[in-house]
Antibody, heavy 117, light 108 residues
Framework: QVQLQESGPGLVKPSETLSLTCSVS?????????WTWVRQAPGKGLEWIAG???????LYNSSLKSRVALSADKSKNQFSLKLSSVTAADTALYYC??????????WGQGTLVTVSS | EIVLTQSPGTLSLSPGERATLSCRAS???????LAWYQQKPGQTPRLLIF???SRATGISDRFSGSGSGTDFTLTISGLEPEDFAVYYC?????????FGQGTKLEIK
């Protein structure tokens, strides 16, 4: 059974870069899936941020594209998210998620990132 | 961007009743691109339905999905106490892969 686990700082200062890593077990990030990031602001709904395909192809939410960078480390079976120039509006629970053909089937537990000075 | 509008925002029902949740898309999408999730307080979203009507592994047959074009429905028959949660629809027809704003199903 695939498991995903997010890690990274829980507090980021405004204007700085948020960096998160997702460690995957039970599946390989080189398998035929998209590996994605979703966030949920406190008390709010879900927002898809971006995804990276097993071949390294990225796909970004256009609303965040200018600030997002994705990468993958096959040797560690991890993929990562960087979100630059953060503001309080980026405070959220960040999930890493495996995407099946057209569904999100496996979610990490999520990590809360607060943007505050 | 495809906007998904869920209704109602909150649905108050009693255990044993039938829940009907709506998801309307701003443009027509193929059935294969519509999924539903359940999220309980403090928990991770869980995939319920993919491809409009296919239940995910381990999901009770009390959950069913239907619809086409721009109108999709999640139906929960014989509500159990554990079904009271927030439900989201999501589309994969085009990037960004948007979610609806959610329907909160609460105990009446």
């Amino acid at each position: 059974q695939v498991q995903l686990q997010e890690s990274g700082p829980g507090l980021v200062k405004p204007s700085e870069t948020l960096s998160l890593t997702c460690s995957v077990s039970g599946d390989s990030i080189t398998s035929n899936h998209w590996w994605t990031w979703v966030r949920q602001a406190p008390g709010k709904g879900l927002e898809w941020i971006a995804g990276i395909y097993h071949n390294g192809t990225p796909l970004y939410n256009s609303s965040l594209k200018s600030r997002v960078a994705l990468s993958a480390d096959k040797s560690k079976n991890q993929f990562s998210l960087k979100l630059s120039s953060v503001t309080a509006a980026d405070t959220a629970l960040y999930y890493c998620v495996r995407m099946g053909f057209y569904w999100f089937d496996s979610w990490g537990q999520g990590t809360l990132v607060t943007v505050s000075s | 961007e495809i906007v998904l509008t869920q209704s109602p925002g909150t649905l108050s029902l009693s255990p044993g009743e039938r829940a009907t949740l709506s998801c309307r898309a701003s443009q027509s999408i193929s059935n294969i691109y519509l999924a539903w999730y359940q999220q309980k307080p403090g928990q991770t979203p869980r995939l319920l339905i993919f491809g409009t009507s296919s239940r995910a592994t381990g999901i009770s047959d009390r959950f069913s999905g239907s619809g086409s074009g721009t109108d999709f429905t999640l139906t929960i028959s014989g509500l159990e106490p554990e079904d009271f949660a927030v439900y989201y629809c999501q589309q994969f027809s085009g990037s960004p892969y948007t979610f609806g704003q959610g329907t909160k199903l609460e105990i009446k």
